[in-house]
């Protein structure tokens, strides 16, 4: 293969995986304005039926030790890791933990919802960000 012949391989190639990875980009950026509006719906839904939020706690890395985080919101699953605050936003309440959370307080930053919780994970048990939130308002304040 000549050298002007490589080069325009590379190029080929290059582009190639830029389009892909821009493509792939579009479609993420798609499922997460999806989900929003899901989550939207969610709590519009929640304080419509009057589902009280609650003071939501995170659990550490390890699984040994829960902290609060200063959010109010709804737990969406049963193991408590997953909610959304009163304004909306998703949850994924696991956190380093440590002294410094265990006396004010952990963080936690907002992540965009997956349409599909659980999806890639090891467990094999996935649903659909809809389904999840329906459960959860069918389940009423005792969820």
């Known amino acids: 293969m000549s050298e002007p012949d490589g080069r325009t391989w590379r190029d080929q190639q290059r582009q190639a995986v830029l389009a ?3 493509a792939d980009a579009r479609r ?10 899901i989550v939207a719906w969610f709590v519009a839904e929640a304080n419509r039926r009057g589902l009280r939020p609650t003071r939501l706690v ?5 699984g040994r030790g829960w902290y609060r ?9 049963q193991a408590r890791s997953r ?3 009163v304004d909306g936003r998703f949850h994924l309440l696991t956190v380093p933990g440590g ?7 952990a963080q ?5 919802a997956p349409l599909i919780v659980g999806e890639g994970g090891r467990d094999g048990e996935s649903i659909p960000l809809r389904t999840l939130l329906a459960r959860r ?3 009423g304040s005792d969820g």
């Open 69 to 77: 985080t200063g959010l109010s919101g709804w737990y969406v699953d």
């Open 99 to 105: 002294l410094r959370a265990r006396l004010f307080g």
């Open 137 to 139: 308002l069918d389940a």
């Open 20 to 22: 892909h990875a821009a």
């Open 83 to 85: 909610a959304v605050d």
């Open 108 to 112: 936690t930053e907002p992540s965009p």
């Open 58 to 62: 995170a659990r550490s890395y390890d």
């Open 28 to 37: 993420r950026e798609a499922e997460h304005a999806e989900a929003a509006k």
